[in-house]
């Protein structure tokens, strides 16, 4: 049976990893004479091109779809196979041997069961291809190019048979480049027309690698490695890479891997993600030998081929990038960190958060979503929200805040925040905490040492909030360049466009700040290869599923926002992501078999729920709301096992016991005339029948700011002119009633009303002696 490749990971975050050595090691492929290595959807692809035809080699295109570990024939035997290709479900392969009179440029449309030639037979160095445009590198017939998927060709350089040599060329969607024996060349019009690199010539160009305008070229002598900027028009050398001789180039998620000759003359490859340091790998492969073409394949960890001269194919486990010195304890006494995720009800956005800062905006397009760290992007209300510039937790009204670390911690407020702290922790970061209560702040002024675990406030509703909270920033530097996601960016295929983002306002230029995983909690998480179908667990949530040569990705997610759906109840530790990839790291759509899951929810807390509604839900993209999948309850084991044929949002959710909001009465009493009070009235609240047993606290308001005060006894509203009284309650379900809102005209002082003023159901007003 077909083997599969699965990855469970229950957490939607970076974990603190622990680098461990790896080391590169031969694969199974029995042949010293691999030319080529490829990536595709459904594992590595490698071609063979031996001349030692007395041992009968198979020359032959060969795929392991299980990492390397095994490998069959995949076809074109005895063609000899040059160069490889994977582009938009077509495998390209270059053949240097003539079959039935035929050599050259093969295709297949069906993962390699069937080859059809695509009419070119000059004797192939190299090829590529682009959207438009096939590109054909031959020995001694120069560069031909085909815009009709290979059934006409149009030499490029080169005349007829004139002993022109292609060396090597590459393709993007922006950019071709070719280096030959007459020059280095690059075309921006998907090879219609050609300019001369006179930078490169004569440097013994052998290996580019293209990423959008960002370009290497690679000398395979002691010229060195050059890089450009914008899209090969201008180049400079890299010059602390040394000017040693140089294999390909490849890139995995952050990192550039690059074939190099050591300083004692073996050959190797190195690393690097910012091409300041390098590190060797340890791949060695003697002397007189270099590595001729590298890949990767996506799994959890990666893994990297080297293809060489005549030592065969290598394979290396890429390690895990670990994360510098996480400092940051969870804010909070919790029970277990998936707590870390689980709480999240509004996201850091990635793409301008620019909260509070009125010197630039996002623009227009972007103004109503949000991108979050898993690579996220929506809008509300199925995430929250534009512009955030911190993480909100949604924690019960007076829970215990705790620094997450030492340092010195101030006192500061504002409209929106409320009473607020913020710690310097003396290691140029910064920890705010916002809409805490007034009661036991840790200071009113500052600074004041604090350590890590000690009290420095409560959750609370001052500020503009909307429910009790936690509103948990994290800043390094400038404001507001320096603000930075805690989480780190999950998505390692596409870039975190906040670091990356500039711009110019009337206090000068800015620039975004890298976000790195701050945690010190390390969120579990763990990774499998099957041979077919697999059941796996991790904490409370197993799977299972068959999908051959696949990665599984399973995250725990955020606490489920059922706004137009609050009839509903979400179970606290019961919400994942499940994504599936193919083995270019390219998202599956469709499931061929469905997946299974069985929750324990033992540990849950069950309040206000009626169990047996308690059903697995998905989140439909498309109807924008939380639709149940079959579910199967064993209310005494308290699992619940249900299938889908979906890849989405999980979590398990059950109706309401308690659905009615709360109901609170106002009382106001007080001497008045004309509807005017003419003395301070006094407020209390109260509530009818079984609800009274069941309030938790009640807030009130009387401030422009939304600053939400918790109702301990009757209180005078000691202020005069007209006063907009809010008031709300919450009771012991976590049921927050809408906010009601009244009116109160207070003229203790007899003062004339002059103007009345009306904002929406709210009144200015202007007084005079």
């Known amino acids: 049976m077909v083997k599969a490749l699965l990855i469970i990971l229950l957490s939607s975050f970076f974990t603190k990893h622990i680098a461990f050595a790896q080391i590169w090691e031969r694969t199974t492929l029995e042949s010293d004479a691999i030319e080529c290595v490829e990536h595709s959807p459904w594992g590595v692809l490698a071609g063979e091109l031996n001349s030692s035809l007395w041992i009968n080699p198979e020359n032959a295109v060969f795929i392991s779809k299980d990492l390397g570990n095994t490998w069959e024939t995949l076809g074109l035997s005895n063609h000899g196979i040059r160069d490889l290709k994977y582009y938009n479900g077509n495998i390209y392969a270059a053949t240097y041997y003539f079959q039935n009179g035929l050599r050259g ?34 020995q001694h017939y120069g560069l031909w190019v085909s815009f009709d998927e290979g059934k006409t060709w149009d030499q490029k350089l080169g005349n007829g048979g004139d002993g022109t040599t292609v060396k090597t060329l590459s393709s993007s969607e922006n950019l071709a480049l070719v280096s030959s024996t007459i020059g280095v060349y690059r075309s921006v019009n998907r090879g219609k027309t050609w300019e001369e690199i006179s930078f490169l010539n004569n440097k013994g160009i052998l290996y580019f690698y293209i990423e959008e305008n960002f370009v290497l070229a690679a000398s395979y002598y002691d010229q060195g490695l050059f890089r450009s900027n914008d899209y090969g028009e201008n180049w400079e050398k890299i010059e602390n890479f040394g000017n040693y001789p140089i294999g390909d180039i490849t890139k995995f998620e952050n990192n550039y891997f690059i074939g190099r000759q050591t300083p004692d003359y073996h050959f190797s490859v190195y690393k690097t993600s910012d091409f300041l340091n390098w590190e060797n790998t340890g791949l060695d492969i003697g002397q007189l030998n270099k590595v001729t073409d590298l890949t990767w394949v996506f799994s959890e960890p990666g893994y990297l081929f080297a293809a060489t001269i005549n030592k065969g194919l290598y394979r290396y486990q890429i390690p895990e990038e670990s994360i510098l010195d996480p400092f940051l304890e969870i804010p909070w006494k919790y029970t277990n960190n998936n707590e870390l995720v689980d709480k999240i009800t509004a996201y850091f956005d990635h793409s301008y958060p620019l909260l509070g800062y009125s010197h630039y905006s996002e623009p227009t397009e972007d103004n109503k979503t949000t991108l979050n760290f898993l690579g996220k992007k929506d809008s509300e209300p199925n995430i929250y929200y534009s512009s955030h510039s911190g993480t909100d937790f949604g924690l019960s009204y007076g829970t215990e805040i705790v620094a997450p670390a030492s340092g010195s911690a101030t006192y500061f407020t504002c409209n929106g925040c409320g009473h607020s702290i913020r710690i310097d922790h003396m290691n140029g970061y910064k920890t705010t905490y916002m809409h805490l209560q007034e009661r036991d702040i840790i200071t009113r002024g500052g600074p004041v040492w604090v350590n890590e675990g000690d009290k420095i406030g409560y959750v609370g509703m001052t500020g503009k909030t909307t429910g009790p909270h936690l509103h948990f920033e994290v800043s390094r530097g400038l404001f507001p360049d320096g603000r930075t996601d805690p989480y780190g960016w999950i998505p390692n295929n596409d870039a975190d466009p906040w670091p990356i983002l500039t711009w110019n306002d009337s206090l000068g230029n800015h620039q975004g700040s890298k976000s790195n995983f701050l945690w010190k909690q390390e969120i579990p998480k763990v990774s499998k290869f099957i041979e077919s179908e697999v059941t796996s667990s991790l904490n409370n949530i197993s799977v299972s599923l068959t999908s051959p040569s696949t990665v599984l990705s399973i995250r725990k997610s955020s606490t489920p926002l059922l706004h137009l759906q609050s009839n509903l109840k979400y179970l606290e530790g019961t919400s994942f992501i499940i994504e599936l990839f193919n083995q270019l790291g390219e998202k599956i759509e469709n499931l061929n078999n469905d997946i299974k899951f069985v929750i324990d929810y033992s540990q849950s807390n069950l309040s206000n729920i009626i169990l047996n509604t308690l059903k697995l839900y998905f989140w439909n993209s498309y109807s924008k709301l939380w639709e149940p999948l079959p579910s199967f309850l064993d209310l005494e084991s308290k699992k619940l096992t249900a299938y889908s044929s979906h890849l989405s949002e999980f979590a398990i959710l059950g109706e309401k016991e308690q659905k009615e909001l709360p109901e609170t009465q106002i ?33 009130y308001s009387i401030s422009e700011n939304d600053t939400w005060e918790p109702y301990t006894q009757p209180v005078f509203i000691s202020k005069n002119g007209f006063v907009n009284l809010k008031f709300r309650s919450l009771d012991t379900f976590g049921n927050l009633e809408d906010t009601n809102k009244i009116l109160l005209k207070i003229n203790t002082a007899n003062k004339f009303i002059d103007q009345l003023n009306v904002t929406e159901s709210f009144f200015e007003v202007n007084f005079e002696n």
Do not use: M
């Open 667 to 699: 009382l106001v009493s007080g001497s008045q005339n004309n509807g005017w009070f003419y003395e301070f009235p006094l407020i209390s609240f109260s509530f009818s029948g079984d609800q009274n047993n069941n309030i938790d606290t009640t807030f």
């Open 105 to 138: 440029l093969y295709v297949s449309n069906d993962q390699g069961k069937n080859w059809t030639h695509l009419g070119i037979s000059y004797a192939p160095v190299k090829i590529d291809r682009d959207e438009g445009t096939i590109y054909y590198g031959s």
